[in-house]
């Protein structure tokens, strides 16, 4: 997959990707021998790189995988309270994979795990506007205004939140079952959205991100992700 080069060097760990684009201008990199320029794309797989002579160090594969977070389990790699990590769920592919955002504790379903920092940074930012969808199990009266008031903006710790879509999937007397899609990921976003309308999540479940849906992935389970979905999450931002 072709890259910028700056972006290239700057994952080989050799230069800052400011530092990288100074060696460019200064004409100090080569790609298959000829002299790049700022703005020049590669391919780390398949081209020769080389700064000031020297051929860069290789690149660790990329590795994007889904995995179905169980509750019970913080979404770190390591845990100053003992707790489980996610990090031992995905610990046979013998290589350090980062969580993309992050789901609570008591929360369970899709979590995108990869070591491409990148890829990560692009799908967390706040204005990738990356679509999130929860199947939520609440308690209380889940009438029409109450739809209509999660379907609204919400102030939720100093902060308004966008619209939210919320579909009813199941409904009793008692409460039901929900589907919410936002679009920000805010801490504890949908638990305390329906706080405020007056529900209590019993089971937070994501079943999708950007497109992407968890499937029939069993709980606990991973998978890598394909390439179809890895093109969608990356078209999302």
């Not at 081209?47 to 979404?75: C, F, S």
């Not at 959205?193 to 968890?214: D, F, H, N, P, Y």
């Given at each position: 997959?072709e890259?910028?080069?700056q ?7 050799l230069?800052?990707r400011r530092?990288a684009e100074e ?5 100090k990199?080569?790609?298959n021998?000829?002299?790049?320029a700022?703005g ?8 020769r790189?080389?700064?000031e002579?020297?051929a ?6 990329k ?11 913080v ?10 990590t996610?990090?031992e769920?995905?610990?046979d ?5 980062f969580?993309?955002?992050r789901?609570?504790m008591y929360?369970?379903g ?5 070591n491409d920092g990148?890829f990560?940074?692009r ?12 199947r939520t ?5 889940v009438?029409?205004?109450v739809?209509?008031r999660?379907?609204?903006?919400m102030m939720?710790?100093g902060y308004r939140t ?15 079952v929900?589907?919410v ?8 976003q ?8 007056g ?5 937070l479940q ?6 992407v849906?968890?499937?029939?992935l069993k ?12 093109d ?6």
């Amino acid at each position: 997959m072709e890259e910028r080069l700056q972006k290239i060097i700057a994952a080989s760990g050799l230069a800052s990707r400011r530092a990288a684009e100074e060696l460019i201008s200064a004409g100090k990199v080569r790609v298959n021998g000829a002299v790049a320029a700022l703005g020049d794309k590669a391919d780390a797989a398949k081209d020769r790189i080389t700064v000031e002579g020297r051929a860069l160090p290789p690149q660790e594969e990329k590795v994007y995988i889904m995995l179905n977070k169980p509750k019970g389990y913080v979404t770190t790699l390591n845990d100053e309270k003992g707790r489980r990590t996610v990090a031992e769920l995905v610990k046979d592919i013998g290589l350090r994979l980062f969580p993309v955002g992050r789901l609570d504790m008591y929360s369970e379903g899709l979590l995108i795990m990869t070591n491409d920092g990148a890829f990560a940074d692009r799908l967390m930012h706040p204005r990738g506007g990356v679509e999130k969808c929860y199947r939520t199990t609440v308690t209380g009266s889940v009438s029409l205004s109450v739809i209509e008031r999660l379907r609204e903006p919400m102030m939720i710790d100093g902060y308004r939140t966008n619209g939210a879509g919320v579909e009813p999937e199941k409904l009793t007397e008692r409460g039901g079952v929900l589907l919410v899609t936002i679009c920000e990921g805010r801490n504890r976003q949908v638990r305390k959205m329906c706080e405020q309308a007056g529900l209590k999540v019993t089971r937070l479940q994501r079943i999708s991100e950007g497109g992407v849906r968890l499937g029939d992935l069993k709980t606990g389970e991973w998978r890598p992700l394909t390439r179809a979905e890895i093109d969608r999450l990356e078209h999302t931002v």
